[in-house]
């Protein structure tokens, strides 16, 4: 048996999503910029895709840019807005994913002044030292926040941020990675300046995303080469994967509701078999309902077993992490876990990330296999589903 507790990194594409990428592949074969018939139905194909994203979070078709993934299109937001907006200012946090965490590092040597705010025990940032130094800056700003945290599960109160951030003047960027399809997004709902997603995060196909740009903050293109997207984006269209996207992204909008409540369970139960099973288990989460349903960060206490745990669950048929699958390499620590104080004393924290494709059958098999790799943290009254 294997177990796939790691949908926070990639989820298993959806069967639905792989036949109507099959679909196109058999079919759609033209290249969608050229002007004969075989062009323009391809053409047509991306139009309609494009049209089923933009409906999925309530923008305009002409607000959507497809790109390679949520790296590519975080990279775009807040370059293009330093090279092309006048920003002379980011505000970040410690916890961002990698690829904002590293951009900014990068854009940080160019001269653009980075303030990364700390995080509280949960991952919090203080909002209202957001709304201090935007009240007191006088550069022009962008605030680049993540909607809800790949590692903790941390949401972002991305409303009261855009509402901060137009009382400020000041563009707002979100890494929505791992909240497209999962949470209900409403760009009219809120002032937002740029919005990133990857498709593979919601049952879709990797190595592709889209960018929603809004229509008073275009900026030149990050790729040059070609027309492709409206002059935004040069490189012959990933047609399937767009294909893919959109069918993975109408079908976890449409879907939304029995999803959650079904990983929602899944959550639960696995939580209260770790805290029924092992002594002093922590989580570095918020509750089950403020949090991102999807994500149980566990923390275990100090043993002799800490070091190798994620190889021990993975030889005996499980998959999950330690962090962000973008800096693993190797079992490093995570800056996530850093910033919010629970590495501390021997400690090891493991993300174990859920789909509605899960089981209680698979959280029986984990918490069983767990017992027999940690049995010196085991409760004397415990008991386990086998």
Known sequence: MRVYFDSAATTQLAPEVIEAMTEAMQNEYGNPSSIHADGRKVRSVVEEARKTVADC????????????????????????????????RIITSTVEHHCVMHTVNRLEKEGVEIIRLDVDHLGYINYDELAQLLENGSQKTMVSLMHANNEIGTILDLERVSLLCKEHGALLHSDTVQTVGHFPIDVNKLDIHFLSCGAHKFHGPKGVGFLYMNSDAIVEPFIDGGSQERNMRAGTENVYGIVGQAKALKMAVEEMDERVTKIKSIKQYMMDK?????????????????????????????????????????????????????????????????????????????????????????????????????????????????
């Open 57 to 88: 979070i309530g923008s305009s078709i002409g607000e959507i840019f497809f790109t390679s993934g949520g790296t590519e299109s975080n990279n775009t937001a807040l370059k293009c807005a330093v090279r092309d907006l006048g920003v002379k």
């Open 274 to 386: 770790l805290t029924e099973n092992f002594e002093d288990i922590k989580f570095n989460c918020p509750g089950l309902d403020n949090g991102l349903y999807t994500v149980l960060n566990t923390n275990f206490p100090a043993n002799s077993k800490n070091e190798m745990l994620l190889m021990h669950l993975d030889i005996l048929g499980i998959s999950a992490s330690g962090g962000s699958a973008c800096s693993s390499g190797a079992d490093a620590g995570s800056h996530v876990i850093q910033a919010i104080g629970s590495d501390k004393a021997g400690r090891k924290s493991i993300r174990f990330s859920f789909s509605h494709y899960n089981t209680f059958e698979e959280v029986d098999f984990v918490v069983n296999k767990l017992r027999q790799i940690l049995p010196e943290i085991i409760k004397e009254t415990a008991t386990v589903e086998v």
